[in-house]
């Protein structure tokens, strides 16, 4: 199946840095990259939707300049936290989707996820 | 009420035990997923399915879309079969909504 690679795994960054996370598909051309973030025990949470060359829509409650996403290319996507908080702290996962003929524009691939630790 | 559900919502089983995981969900989707996701906190997608069955080593997944479910079966269990079970169905647009997941323990 394709390959979504995230990186890095685990990141430890001090209080009012910034931490950036990417995520690349690595054998197909992603049309669409979706960002999730995942508390402890619980379900994904939806935090933006980011299609190539054009602005992330993010979803409510979710500060768009606190959590910067590019999607430049077809095969990269990278979330910045800024100005990191403790309360940031948490798993973050990327999954990334393909229309064309291979496959079906409903398959999602997911990163192997980012946990990050704000002291 | 979520648009998703899952239950049970923990499970725990003797290894070799027959295991099957139920999805609810209340919305139209094209697709739903699962996804099998590790302590380490990686996500692998199982199954996409918009019809019928799929069957792939131990795991079987159906679904029924008049009436809005779907079940994910595990023959034989394993440890290594030990995870949590999430069912995420796209509705439109290709966002995934999720279930809550299932937490499974397999016991040797």
């Known amino acids: 199946g394709a390959v979504v690679s995230q990186h890095p795994s685990r990141v430890i960054c001090k209080s009012g840095t910034s931490v950036k996370i990417e995520c690349r598909s690595l054998?197909?051309?992603?049309?669409?990259m979706f960002w999730y973030r995942q508390f402890p025990k619980k379900s994904l949470m939806l935090m933006a939707t980011?299609?190539?060359?054009?602005?992330?829509?993010?979803e409510q409650g979710v500060e768009k300049d606190k959590f910067l996403i590019n999607h430049a290319s077809l095969t990269l996507s990278t979330l910045t936290v800024t100005s990191a908080h403790p309360e940031d702290s948490s798993f973050y996962i990327c999954?990334?989707?393909?229309?064309?003929?291979?496959?079906?524009?409903?398959?999602?691939?997911f990163g192997q996820g980012t946990r990050l630790t704000v002291v | 009420k979520n648009e998703v559900e899952q239950s049970p919502q923990n499970l725990t089983a003797q290894e070799g035990e027959f295991i099957t995981i139920n999805c609810s969900y209340s919305?139209?989707?094209?697709?739903l997923h699962w996804l099998q996701q590790h302590p380490g906190g990686g996500i692998v997608s199982l199954f996409m399915?918009?019809?019928g069955k799929k069957k792939h080593g131990r795991l079987i997944a159906t679904i029924n879309i008049q009436e809005k479910h779907s079940s994910l079966h595990i023959t034989a269990s394993h440890p290594r079969d030990s995870a949590v079970y999430i069912c995420a169905v796209f509705q439109g647009a290709q966002k995934l909504v999720f279930g809550q997941g299932t937490r499974l323990t397999i016991n040797p």
């Open positions: 919305v139209g989707i094209s697709a």
């Open positions: 980011s299609n190539e060359g054009s602005k992330a829509t993010y």
């Open positions: 054998d197909f051309q992603a049309t669409t």
């Open positions: 399915l918009s019809s």
């Open positions: 999954s990334a989707s393909y229309s064309g003929p291979r496959l079906l524009n409903t398959e999602a691939f």
